[in-house]
């Protein structure tokens, strides 16, 4: 059928559906399709540790494919209230049947990690995004690469390891005992094959990693391509030392929590395309403020990486809960509302 | 408007007492909220979407009788559906809290002549917060009947009967010109207004979608059934303007229902505006499948206390209501479809005609709290 027939097919389809589209119709029967929303179903959920599992999604024939080291915002409806976060891809990018993993560690009162790791049930739709993110392997493969992880920070990792095989790939990485070291087995694994030289630090009987035992634990750090993911402090500590020794760009990062610094003062915030307005202290996020409200608003990571929740501020001022920047109102001005607070009465164009 | 004041017995203290005991009642809702409503709904919905599917493939071949007794009997269904169950409740904002983009009342659009949006404006802005104030809340007779011995009487009114008969037969349309102000607005002055000009054409353009798709597209894709496909559309269309007309006269027509004056509204607290709720709504009693086919209006009292309540959960939220109507000695007002229509229709006529002004004026909630 040539394009234009197709096209004129379909707006008949919509004079027929009307007030709905034809897409949701079909959405009943093939929610995957080619063209619809990105969603994904869940297939499966295997546990990784006491508090972390794989989720094994089949994603829709929109999704365009990730590479290693990225991360996907999804949807997943909690007690019926449709919740967005960012996780990152731990499965191969070549992988045979088309399912992408994301691995969750449930942290404490974290609604989705916590919904996903124990509740999730094969079979859900949840909603996808593309995946995103510049935490990524170069082109050109470095000689020498360190991965230093803590947490569920190996997850990125995971899926660069999984992908992409290095000559000479050392890892650093840090949980509290063994048994909750994610992928452990495979880690093993892969040591055995010698593919992979690996440092536990098990920061419940070791204490947590000094970046300064890195002399010891791998002599040659500076010389590597790295790649560290994990909790705040780690990060911060890493990226002091690598500038300390004038090897800064040899380092990646990736932050799963932003640091927060700041708390100002509240103010009305006004929802004016919803018609609402509520009062907000300066240490709530404008997204939660609006999500209590009512407001349609969207999210992503909640933590001011994702941008999935970018928002016209129309009116007033704002402050950046991770640098006390405070940003003002102007004509295009957009602003992350899971990283903002209201910084005096202002106007959200949700 | 009676001629006592059914609240009087209840002193400023009670009423506020009577405002704590809903809103606790609304917080239980509200944090029990959960999988299990939002399962509801997607069902509603998948089941509407299908209903209204297959009864229209049933209708391309409506040129045999029972494929259009059968057509048509779905399409009027799946339409009352789209209409109370889902639409109303959804663009109430009832299902906002799933924050999913596809049933939100920001979004969302119905199978109706008049644009979502507008009915908002006219229904949850004015609607609900005036409810049954004389002079404020334009459902009180639409503008176009007298529905309480206070409305000042003019001979047009002795045509009212009619006047609501064509109303209910053509209910969707009525609903557009009134959420259009249209009466006021067609004044020489207000018509050139920008504002009005652009919501007119939004529902003119509403109008011809709805008009193309049920009389024109899909009688054409029925072929040789046009004739009987047009005719099983406005009959789908006929029957879903009567039945909406009558639940919603139901609603606030019925005898037993108070209105209110504008000045009884000043400063009025969260207490007395919840006693207004109750006082101005009238229920529908009858089986869960007539509270589903009302949309869950049949529930008016509940639905009029906590407008934002998913619609599911009124038939629990209605004992409780109830309860609280005995223990503070007011009048619940309710009764099986058949017998509240009539009792609306009867105030229809008996209000056609003029009437003494009654002696006793409305409560005046005012003298009463200086009283009590």
């Known amino acids: ?350 | 408007m009676t001629a006592i004041d059914p609240t009087a017995h209840l002193t400023a203290e009670q009423i506020e007492e009577l405002g704590r005991e809903l809103d606790a009642i609304r917080d239980e809702v509200i944090a029990g909220r959960g999988e299990k409503d939002a399962a509801y709904i997607r069902k509603v919905i998948s089941a509407q979407r299908k209903l209204e599917l297959v009864s229209r493939g049933v209708l391309l071949f409506s040129m045999f009788p029972p494929a259009w007794l059968l057509g048509t009997a779905g399409l009027s269904v799946a339409k009352i559906m789209d209409n109370m169950e889902i639409g109303h409740n959804i663009l109430h904002g009832q299902w906002d809290w799933m924050r999913d983009p596809k049933i939100h009342s920001t979004t969302w659009e119905w199978d109706h002549v008049s644009p979502a949006d507008q009915w908002k404006h006219s229904h949850n802005e004015l609607h609900h917060t005036y409810t049954n104030v004389i002079g404020k809340d334009n459902d009180l007779g639409y503008g176009i009947m007298r529905v309480d011995e206070d409305q000042e009487w003019h001979p047009i009114h002795l045509g009212q009967p009619l006047w609501n008969f064509i109303n209910a037969c053509f209910f969707e349309y009525g609903i557009a010109a009134y959420d259009l102000e249209l009466g006021e607005n067609l004044d020489k002055r207000r018509r050139k207004n920008p504002e009005f000009r652009a919501r007119a054409k939004a529902v003119g353009r509403k109008i011809r979608k709805q008009v193309l798709k049920d009389y024109v597209i899909h009688p054409l894709l029925s072929g040789p059934s046009f004739l009987t496909t047009l005719a099983a559309t406005f009959t789908a269309n006929l029957v879903r303007n009567i039945w909406s007309h009558s639940v919603i006269m139901c609603g606030h027509f019925p005898e037993g229902v108070q209105v209110f004056e504008r000045r009884s509204i000043k400063d009025e607290t969260r207490g007395q505006w919840y006693l207004r709720q109750m006082m101005g709504s009238a229920n529908i009693s009858g089986s869960r499948a007539m509270h589903f086919m009302t949309g869950n209006l049949s529930h008016q009292i509940e639905h009029h206390l906590f407008p934002d309540l998913p619609s599911n959960r009124y038939a629990e939220v209605a004992v409780k209501v109830r309860a609280l109507f005995e223990k503070y000695e007011l009048e619940y007002v309710t009764g099986p479809l058949p017998k509240q229509v009539f009792s609306a229709w009867r105030k229809v006529f008996r209000l056609s005609l003029p009437n003494k002004k009654p002696e006793v004026k409305t409560p005046d909630r005012e003298q009463e709290l200086v009283a009590a």
């Open chain 1, 1 to 350: 059928m040539s394009t234009a027939l197709r096209s004129r097919a379909w707006k008949l389809l919509e004079m027929v559906t009307t007030p709905l589209l034809p897409s949701d119709y079909l959405d009943l029967v093939s929610p995957l399709r080619a063209g619809a929303d990105l969603r994904g179903r869940i297939e499966a959920v295997h546990p990784e540790t006491d508090d972390a599992a794989t989720v094994v999604i089949r994603p829709g024939r929109g999704w365009r494919g990730h590479t290693a080291g990225q991360y996907v915002r999804i949807g997943v409806d909690v007690d019926g209230v449709r919740m967005w976060r960012a996780y990152s891809l731990t499965s191969p990018t070549n992988r045979r049947d088309g399912r992408v993993t994301i691995t969750v560690k449930a942290i404490p009162d974290g609604k989705v990690s916590n919904h996903l790791v124990r509740r999730a049930k094969p079979g859900t739709l949840i909603q996808l995004d593309q995946p995103t993110g510049d935490f990524v392997l170069p082109q050109a493969k470095p000689a020498k690469v360190l991965y230093l992880t803590a947490g569920s920070g190996i997850t990125p990792v995971m899926g660069m390891l999984r992908d992409t095989e290095f000559d000479d790939v050392v890892m650093v990485h840090c949980a509290p005992r063994p048994q909750d070291v994610i992928f452990r087995n495979e880690l093993h694994d892969l040591v055995a094959d010698k593919k992979l030289r690996l440092t536990e630090v098990h920061s419940a009987t070791d204490g947590m990693l000094d970046v300064a035992r890195l002399d010891e634990l791998v002599p040659d750090w500076a010389e590597r391509e790295t790649w560290a993911c994990g909790p705040a402090g780690l990060l911060d500590a890493a990226e002091e030392h690598w500038t300390e020794h004038g090897v800064q760009e040899r380092l990646h990062t990736e932050r799963f929590r932003p640091g927060v610094v700041v708390a100002g003062d509240g103010g009305e915030v006004t929802f004016s395309a919803t018609g609402k307005a509520v009062d907000a202290d300066g240490a709530t996020p404008l997204l939660d403020v609006g999500e209590e409200a009512g407001v349609l608003m969207p999210s992503g990571c909640r933590m001011g990486i994702c941008f999935g929740c970018v928002t016209p501020l129309k009116a007033g001022a704002v402050r950046d809960l991770r640098t006390g920047e405070i940003t003002e109102a102007e004509p295009g001005v957009l602003i992350q509302t899971c990283v903002s607070a209201a910084a005096g009465p202002c106007d959200i164009d949700r």
